[in-house]
Nanobody
Framework: QVQLVESGGGLVQAGGSLRLSCAASGRTFSNYAMGWFRQAPGKEREFVAGISRSGTNTYYADSVKGRFTISRDGAKNTVYLQMNNLKPEDTAVYYC???????????????????WGQGTQVTVSS
């Protein structure tokens, strides 16, 4: 059974940091490109960051570029999102997702992804 389980969310002050984790099970982790999305109240789910199966290619939304870093650990079947210099506008539920793509491709579209986690809340206070 495929499972993606996010953790690491919480409440943090503006300028602070959080690291989100997404543990994958039920699949061969290396076969899947991974992504992080977020959804704020009343807004559509939006792309945040993506990483290729190889781990060498990444892509970020302009709003988080330079502040967030996505990475993956094949030994732990886990993808991470390091979030620094957080802003109140980063407040949202953060979801990880996976999809089968070619080795170095980074998917960025919501419709590219197949399986989703349940989400973890990130709240940034001003």
């Amino acid at each position: 059974q495929v499972q993606l389980v996010e953790s690491g969310g919480g409440l943090v002050q503006a300028g602070g940091s959080l690291r989100l984790s997404c543990a994958a099970s039920g699949r061969t982790f290396s076969n899947y490109a991974m992504g992080w999305f977020r959804q704020a109240p009343g807004k559509e789910r939006e792309f945040v960051a993506g990483i290729s199966r190889s781990g060498t290619n990444t892509y970020y939304a302009d709003s988080v570029k330079g502040r967030f870093t996505i990475s993956r650990d094949g030994a732990k079947n886990t993808v991470y999102l390091q979030m620094n210099n957080l802003k109140p506008e980063d407040t949202a539920v953060y979801y990880c997702a996976d999809t089968i793509k070619s080795w170095n491709y980074v998917p960025t579209s919501l419709t590219d992804f197949q399986a989703w986690g349940q989400g973890t809340q990130v709240t940034v206070s001003s």
